[in-house]
């Protein structure tokens, strides 16, 4: 929910705000922004300039220091529902995340998790296509609850050495239901999130849909969402994704202070038409 997003923001303010000051006089920072830009009819744009974007800090216009429309690399970690009601949808699941793996290109890592009964996390971000589809073919379990915000937590956990665009990719066909002797709520979840720089995808199946707080936070990191109606292709939104991903506008700025406070930021786009999807926050002098 919105609200539970709002007081996520304010806490990670009020825990940022407590910092040392002379830290962030002294840090050097360039904020980077992942942005996709579609048409009316939802086609990707792929070849817009630097010139064509406005960034603002704040509500104040920032310089662009930094800017790439070139074919962008992938480093996903992809957490698939094996909760006990996935047993029908095992198969399709399976099959279209083989077609996501077959998909990847030279450079592009993928980690591949799981959260039921139990999260499950592979050890290896790999470009490795045979070892990815071994971990599909072998260690996928369908039974218990539906724990996503655990799961979430330990995916960001699982990226949280690698630098640049960092994606937490989840598949569900139902809502947050967990029976862990220590659940993590949306709110911890979100405040991660944004307090980190992670961009989180959220893919629902069957027309179960999905949690507003996972929607709200996937569009505050400049991520997506779908919710797929009953029998629909998987694989077409594994395809959608990906192409998202490799043709991302990466956009940076260097703030006008950095007072460790959580920023608005806003990516526009001076061409009719077109909408542009990117994080909504940062915090600025964050190390």
């Known amino acids: 929910m919105k609200t539970v997003l709002a007081a996520a923001m304010a806490l990670v303010l009020s825990v940022v705000t407590g910092a040392q000051?002379?830290?962030?006089?002294?840090?050097?920072?360039?904020?980077?922004?992942?942005?996709t830009v579609s048409d009316a009819d939802g086609r990707l744009v792929p070849d817009l300039l630097k010139e064509d974007f406005t960034v603002l800090d704040n509500g104040a216009p920032r310089d662009i220091t930094l800017f790439s429309n070139?074919?962008?690399?992938?480093?996903?970690?992809?957490?698939?529902?094996?909760?006990?009601?996935?047993?029908?949808?095992?198969?399709?699941?399976?099959?279209?995340?083989?077609?996501?793996?077959?998909?990847?290109?030279?450079?592009?890592?993928?980690?591949?998790?799981?959260?039921g009964e139990e999260i499950a996390i592979s050890p290896h971000l790999t470009g490795d296509k045979q070892l990815l589809k071994r971990v599909l073919n072998t260690e996928l379990w369908p039974n218990g609850a539906t724990p996503i915000w655990n799961a979430l937590d330990q995916a960001m956990t699982a990226l949280s050495s690698e630098s640049g665009r960092r994606v937490v990719m989840t598949i569900t066909d139902g809502r947050e239901l967990c029976n862990y002797r220590h659940c993590v709520k949306a709110g911890a979840a979100a405040r991660r999130a944004v307090r980190e720089g992670f961009m989180l995808y959220a893919i629902g199946m069957d027309g179960t849909?999905?949690?507003?707080?996972?929607?709200?936070?996937?569009?505050?990191?400049?991520?997506?969402?779908?919710?797929?109606?009953?029998?629909?292709?998987l694989t077409s939104t594994?395809?959608?994704?990906?192409?998202?991903?490799?043709r991302q506008y990466l956009i940076g700025f260097s703030p006008a202070v950095l007072d460790g406070k959580l920023h608005r930021v806003e990516v526009r786009v001076g061409r009719t038409g077109m909408k542009v999807r990117a994080r909504r926050n940062y915090l600025a002098g964050r190390s």
Do not use: C, K, N, W
């Open 70 to 115: 070139e074919t962008q690399q992938i480093t996903v970690v992809v957490m698939l529902d094996m909760s006990g009601s996935m047993f029908s949808r095992f198969v399709r699941l399976r099959t279209s995340t083989i077609s996501f793996v077959d998909a990847l290109q030279p450079g592009d890592r993928a980690q591949i998790g799981t959260f």
């Open 209 to 233: 849909g999905l949690d507003e707080e996972i929607m709200s936070i996937a569009e505050e990191t400049g991520g997506g969402h779908f919710a797929l109606p009953e029998g629909a292709d």
């Open 238 to 246: 594994f395809v959608r994704v990906t192409e998202e991903l490799r």
């Open 21 to 35: 000051e002379g830290r962030f006089r002294t840090s050097v920072e360039t904020v980077s922004i992942y942005a």
